[in-house]
C-alpha cells in the first residue's frame, strides 16, 4: 500500500510492522483504532457509507466481483505477508 499521501514516515512505520508476528499487528491495529477520535457510531456510519457506495459499484457492473481467498492471496504476496 503506497498511496500518494503516505509520507516516507507512514512508510517506515508500515515496513515494522510488517516484521511483527500476526498477532502483534492484530494488537497493533487494534490499539490504533481504539486511539481514533472517531465514536464506535462514527466508526459504524462510515463503513456503512462504504459497503453501500461498493454495493452500488458492483450493481452498476462498474466493479468485478473476486473471490476473497484470491483478494488475500493478492495482498499477502503484494506486501510480502506470511
Not at 516516507?8 to 510492522?17: C, F, P, T, Y
Not at 454495493?55 to 492471496?73: H, I, M, N
Amino acid at each position: 500500500m503506497n498511496t500518494p499521501q503516505m509520507s516516507s514516515h507512514v512508510r517506515q512505520l508500515l515496513e515494522q510492522a510488517k516484521s511483527l508476528s500476526e498477532d502483534e499487528r492484530i494488537l497493533l491495529a487494534d490499539l490504533l483504532y481504539a486511539e481514533s477520535p472517531l465514536s464506535k457510531e462514527e466508526w459504524e456510519a462510515a463503513w456503512l457509507e462504504e459497503c453501500e457506495r461498493r454495493l452500488g459499484e458492483y450493481e452498476r457492473d462498474e466493479v468485478e466481483a473476486v473471490d476473497s481467498d484470491e483478494v488475500f492471496a493478492r495482498l499477502k504476496s503484494k506486501y510480502n505477508l506470511r
